[in-house]
């Protein structure tokens, strides 16, 4: 969601804070803000739109010191306006702030009552206005800051700033990521380290409840008992910051390139020279009697996928739930549960809560991530990294891949310790896997051929998904992935429902693209196809080279893969589907790497 930046610097800070912004642009945002403070006066400057505007704004208006804040703003309270754009100010503080205030009602109406009238229509104004009341009443600006937090409800990153306050910063966390980045004399704030790699790789990561005093000398942190406390710092890679196109037109074409590469990496991580599963020994399957999976969006849909393979090869029962609903279905859960939270940031606020749910109830908790030191990672029993790299471009693929690789070897892992799987089955499995990133060249090499029938994909309104087995959940991701950057309606259903409504929908103007690898599922998907072509459908069939031959005849468009064994199949035919995707959002215009109203991070409710 929101982007966060502050600049304790020798240099000018303006310069430092939009390069800074511009590494959160994959966040997602509708506005941009930064404040700073020159000889003691607090100035701003704001923007709707991209950072760009920001930038121009910064040329005809320019903002020196070399102190600061910046904000880029997905708009939750108010519409995306330079009035209601962050950094929010009130007389002699300045704030921004990623999350959600949900008392501000109630705060804004004892505000008002003291005079101090809201201009905007954001929660986050209160937070400045409050703090301009404590202040008012003689308050420092530390203390000011640390009452106004605990009046406040909800989930929030913030970083203050103040008038006449030239080495001073103030941040704080409850429920949004904050990390303090350490440099030579300067210090800085960012949402996450990605902000931040261009000033510093010595990284330390609030923690719940935390609020730090910073200044060029360092940082005094408060844990949220009010007691001083010290937090590690921790030297983060440079590699994994990188955020390159890497000579590719947007960051989805160059991550969808890279799977090869970051799968082969994951592979090799887990692998004891290919032969056994390297995960921790205090993982054993045997101990538990279900496992209860939570997530969101292509996350869940990585879930969905796996309890096909866990089900099958380990016989352990799996429920798969959305995060947003498990936390308030408040489900009971067994002693002997086994929990898996499944998130790319590691930070997404509603799987982050449900995790938190689970504790003290699943004999274990066990996150699936893409960076290793986010809350979700340190708040897990276990921690499994998906290895996927840096992803910018907001609709997942990467990490979806890697996602469903390491979840595969979980599947493996317990049905080899559940005495389903001998090892000479075992080892086939893993001969296959590590042959996969040499499949996937081959599907990435048929991209033109992809980009043509997504040229006439572009033309349709509606489209329509059909999978069956561990392919359904492949046909909701493909149906998300294409209306997530293309904005063309599309929906994912299991095959076998076509006849329980979806048929409906079927006509001459309807794409339904068919992913039906030929497998034993393979010939009542192909029913299920004929039922479409019956009824004038144009089908989109994404099979391998035998289902091509059998599929017999009318079908609109084929795109062909290699054989790969049943198991693995979901993960190969990812590539088809984000590739339909991609083509058909840059074949329309769209911006594919920041799709409109959609946000990489989702760290509110």
């Given at each position: 969601m929101c982007g966060i930046v502050g600049v304790l610097g020798n240099h000018e800070a303006a310069p430092l804070l939009v390069e800074a912004l511009k590494r959160l642009e994959y966040r997602g945002y509708d506005s941009a803000g930064i404040a700073?403070?020159?000889?003691g006066k607090l100035e701003r400057r704001r923007a709707v739109g991209k950072l760009v505007n920001l930038s121009d704004k910064l040329v005809h208006e320019p903002l020196p010191g070399k102190s600061g804040i910046g904000h880029t703003r997905w708009a939750t309270h108010g519409a995306p306006n330079v009035s209601n754009a962050h950094p929010h100010r009130a007389g002699p503080v300045a704030v921004v702030h990623n999350g959600i205030i949900e008392n501000y009602r109630e705060l804004r109406a004892e505000l008002t009552e003291q005079g101090l009238t809201p201009q905007t229509e954001t929660d986050t104004e209160t937070i400045v206005l409050l703090t301009r009341s404590f202040l008012d009443q003689g308050c420092t600006p530390h203390q000011a800051a640390a009452k106004s937090l605990e009046k406040l409800e909800g989930a929030f990153a913030l970083c203050f700033l103040f008038d006449g306050e030239e080495?001073?910063?103030?941040?704080?966390r409850k429920g949004s990521p904050l990390a303090i980045g350490h440099g030579d004399g300067e210090m800085f704030v960012g949402s996450d380290a990605i902000a931040l790699a261009p000033l510093t790789n010595k990284i330390t990561y609030l923690e719940e409840g935390d609020r730090a005093v910073i200044t060029r000398a360092g940082a005094q942190i408060y844990d949220a008992q009010g007691n001083q406390t010290n937090r590690e710092m921790r030297v983060v890679r440079v590699d994994a910051t990188r955020v390159e196109k890497a000579g590719h037109k947007h960051f989805m074409a160059k991550e969808i390139a890279e799977q090869p590469i970051v799968l082969g990496d994951a592979i090799h991580h887990y692998l004891d020279d290919g032969a056994a599963i390297l995960l921790p020994e205090t993982l054993d399957f045997t101990q538990y009697d279900r496992i209860t999976m939570v997530a969101c969006g292509t996350a869940y849909l990585a879930c969905l996928t796996s309890k096909y393979w866990f089900?099958?090869?380990s016989g352990l029962p799996v429920d798969v739930d959305v995060a947003s609903e498990f936390r308030y279905r408040e489900p009971p859960i067994p002693a002997r549960t086994l929990a898996v939270f499944v998130s790319q940031s590691g930070e997404t606020a509603d799987t982050l809560a449900a995790?938190?749910?689970?504790?003290?109830?699943a004999a274990t908790i066990l996150s699936v991530v893409n960076v290793d030191e986010s809350s979700i990672a340190r708040e897990s029993d276990i921690a499994l990294p998906i290895l996927a790299g840096v992803e910018i471009g907001v609709a997942s693929t990467k990490a979806f891949t890697c996602q469903l690789t390491v979840m595969a070897l979980l599947a493996l892992r317990a049905a080899q310790q559940r005495g389903q799987l001998d090892q000479t089955a075992l080892a086939e499995h893993l001969s296959a896997l590590q042959n996969l990133p040499g499949l996937m060249n081959i599907a990435l090499a048929q991209s033109d051929e992809i980009k043509a029938v997504a040229q006439k994909l572009a033309e349709a309104r509606d489209v329509l998904f059909l999978g069956r087995g561990a392919m359904y959940p492949l046909a909701l991701e493909g149906a998300l992935k294409l209306k997530e950057i293309s904005y063309i309606?599309?929906?994912?259903?299991?095959?076998?429902?076509?006849?329980?409504?979806?048929?409906?929908?079927?006509?001459k103007t309807v794409p339904v693209i068919v992913m039906a690898p030929h497998d034993k599922l393979f010939d009542k998907t192909v029913s299920n196809m004929q039922e479409v072509l019956a009824r004038g459908g144009k089908v989109v069939l994404i099979t391998n080279n035998r289902g091509a031959k059998e599929a017999g005849e009318g079908v609109w468009q084929l795109i062909q893969l290699p054989e790969v064994p049943d198991l693995f199949a979901p993960i190969l035919y990812a590539l088809p589907a984000q590739l339909l995707a991609y083509h058909t959002a840059v074949a329309k215009g769209t911006d594919v790497d920041q799709p409109r109203?959609?946000?990489k991070s989702v760290t509110v409710e």
């Open positions: 700073t403070v020159n000889q080495d001073l910063l103030i941040a704080a089900e099958q090869l995790l938190r749910y689970c504790h003290g109830k309606h599309a929906e994912g259903y299991a095959s076998g429902e076509l006849k329980h409504g979806p048929i409906a929908l079927v006509d109203n959609l946000a």
